[in-house]
Structures are given as C-alpha cells and as structure tokens.
C-alpha cells in the first residue's frame, strides 16, 4: 500500500492493535482483506466499540538499518465519535 503514517498511539497495556474503520477506508485498503469478527470492545473510547473485523496488515516500524517489517493483526472498529 506504501502509505507512511507519522504519529500512532501505542498502548503497551492494550491486548488488542486497533485500528478505526475510518482509518481503514482512508488507507484504502480492499475490504476483502477485512475478516468478519462478531464482538464488541468494552472500555475502550469511553463507551463501547462495535468491532468491525480484523485484518493482518503488514507494518513497518523504525527507519534505516533499524527497520522491521511484521505482520500485525489489527481489530477494526468504529471510532465511536
């Protein structure tokens, strides 16, 4: 996909790399990639979130020598905003 995001929030507490439904259609990413998942988020966004599915994206991190790409399993939600 090629897209370089600058700022993420990571939350070292959290079991479960988010990624919202916006962002997903934003990124263009196929929706075919997106697997069905039935559940629900509490706590998270103050409220509960609808989770959309999830999506194993590959992902970068670090720059130069120090890059790394992994494969990471996303659950993609509605933001709830």
Known sequence: ??????????DQGSSADI???ETFEGMK???DRLIPY???LVG?????????GY????TTFGQGAQMKTVVV????VNSGV
Do not use: C, H, S
């Open 19 to 21: 990624l919202f439904w």
């Open 38 to 40: 039935a559940g629900t």
């Open 1 to 10: 996909m090629g897209y370089n995001v600058k700022r993420v929030l990571i």
């Open 55 to 58: 999506a194993d994206l590959e």
């Open 73 to 76: 399993r996303y659950l993609v």
């Open 44 to 52: 998270f966004a103050a409220d509960q979130v609808i989770a959309r």
């Open 29 to 31: 990413i196929p929706n």
